[in-house]
Structure formats: structure tokens, C-alpha cells
């Protein structure tokens, strides 16, 4: 008998063993999800989960990408209307669309991309010709598989911009005042889905220029921009900040990056200051003072922790209805003060704010968050 008992037991571990191999005897069955019905005032999202066999082929819901744009849109005009602003028309940006894309492959929200691009760039790469903001969440749980319907993703978007207007306390309510901004004329909508999350990009934008010249620096560092804008305004200053080239991001290095994004080197993936300053400041020459230019800019520059500079060329031309303008400045002083408080050769990403201040406003408007790839 005991030879039998030996065998048996050999058969046993066997057995044993395979199932632990192939981890089928511990693993529990696959489940697929179902959001619970959801309310846009809803504290949180849940869903109802069963067991699905693996064999067994599910019929994916049939999602309209598009409906859930115009959806999208129109609570988003909605708000704005409901806080007396004007609301925005679709943009032609695919980069919005793009950045949601993207971060189905991490379900967690990130400004950063894997090309180590913040927003701006990524709309300026893309042809970009205004100002943008962003707002970015991704809804759901990797753990989780979904089962999504046209109606559950527009009851998610629902419930996104319901929390981003009324409930955006832990962001200081900067989702809110991005949405409402009444600067903003356009938007560009990225929605996004696969089995376990929903990603929602909103990305602002203030267009209001046709270029002749969009903002560039040439090889002998040379700044030029030319373009008009529909309106009457003074243009007051151009903001220049700056950023290193930017580099590979990993999956981890996503996961982990800050909660908000901002202009120029103080704010990286790794931490992002608020307190973002721009590496230099254009400014138009003044006609009544009695002092040379290159004197005049020294002054200036006494009182100033920012390099200032008066431009060599600053034409603006104004009607009632428009404000012609064209910039032309050397940026060698720049890119050295560049290259000499950041260790490098000032090689990076300059990006161009351009303020008009309209006619009997007291508020400017951010024209541009145009990035120069200057390389």
C-alpha cells in the first residue's frame, strides 16, 4: 500500500505545482465593471462589478467620440453662461486629443508628456498661433475593469466639469477660473477611454492674431514677430521664459509629476513652482524720454531682478477695430544671461508672451504662449 500512497501523493504535487505555475488555482475570476448610476453632484464615482467568464466575447457599446465633444462643449458653455461669460467655439487643435490619448497608457492624470513636453509646447509644435491654459483629469482605476456606454463616459464628463466648477477647492478653484476666463474664445476637447479609465483634456485658448510673422528667433539670435489682432489695443510687453530642451519622461516619472503646470524652468516634472518669472521682458521704446535708448534700458535695468529690453524696432498701428503690430529685438544679451545662470549654451525652448491691453480695459490679455524651439 505504501507505494500507492507515494504515487498518489506524487500525482498530487504535480497537480499542485501546475496550478501554482500558472497561478489558475489562486486567481480569482475575472470581473468586468459598470459605473453606478452617477450624478453630476455625486462625491465620488463606484461601480458594480461581476464575474465574466474568460472564454466569454462582450459586445463592446457602440460611443459616438464626436457627440461626446459637442456633450463636452456645451456643459462647458453652459457654465459660461451661467457666470455671464461668453461661451467658446470648438478649436482645430489636435494636441488636446493627443495628451488624453496618451494617458489611457497610465490612468493617472499628468501635464507632462512622455516627450517631456508641457502644454504649451505641445500646442506651439503643433502649429500653434494663441495663448493656452489646461485642464487635465483622468477618471477610473486601473485595477477595475470597465465596461463603458455611450451614457456612463457622458454621466463621467458630467460629473468632471460639475467638480471642476463648484467643488475645486484642493486646486484653489484654478480649474474654475480657467473654464469661466472670459479672455477665452476658443477650445480644443480630448476625450479618451479604454477598459479601465476616461481621460479629459480642456484646452483654452485665446486666438485673436493673424500673423504675418509668428514670434521666431533666428540663428543669429535675432527676435521678430509681425501679426494684427481684431481689436483695439495697446501692446504693453512680451514676457519671455525659458526651459531646457526637454527629455524622455518614464512611466514613473509621469505618475509622479506635480498636480499643475506653469511657464519656464522653475516648474519641472519633478516640482513646479508658482512663483514662474519670465528670463527677460521686451518693452516698446519711450517716445518722451529724453535719454538714449541704451541708456534708457540701463536704467530700467537698475531697479529690475529681470533683464529688461527696450525693442530696436516696436510698430503698432491702431484703429477702432484692430491693432496692427510688428517686434524686432536681438536676443544675444538674453540667451547668454541664459547660458551663464543655467550652466548651458542657452540652447531651449523660449516661450513668447505677447499683452494687449483693448481699449478702455484695465484688464491685459494674454495673446500668446507661443514656445520657440530654439536648438
Known sequence: MKPIYIIVALIFIVITGVFLITGDFFQAPQQICYLSPLEKTSIDLYYDCEDFPKDTELELAKINHDELVTYSL???NEDRVNFNTLPVELGESSTAQEHAEELLNLCRTSYWSSNGMKPYMRYSIAGGEGAINENVRVIG???????????????????????????????????????????????????????FCVAIVQQFENKYVEWSQKPVITLNKKFMLTGTINFNATIEQIDIFYDPPPLPLSDQDLMLSPANYGFGHVCTHIACSENSLPV??????????????????DVLNEGSNIPLFLAQKWEVTRTEDSTTFSVEEDLTELIDFVAEASNTDGKGIYTVLVWALPEGSTTGIELTTISIFFL
Open 74 to 76: 456645451n456643459l462647458i
Open 141 to 195: 482605476t486601473p485595477e477595475l475593469q470597465k465596461y463603458w456606454t455611450q451614457e456612463s463616459i457622458e454621466q463621467v464628463i458630467a460629473w468632471n466639469q460639475y467638480s471642476m466648477v463648484e467643488r475645486d477647492e484642493l486646486n484653489s478653484f484654478k480649474h474654475a477660473m480657467n473654464i469661466l476666463h472670459p479672455d477665452h474664445n476658443y477650445i480644443n476637447v480630448g476625450i479618451a477611454w479604454n477598459d
Open 280 to 297: 527677460g521682458i521686451v518693452l516698446p521704446k519711450s517716445e518722451a524720454s529724453e535719454l538714449e535708448p541704451d541708456v534708457l534700458e
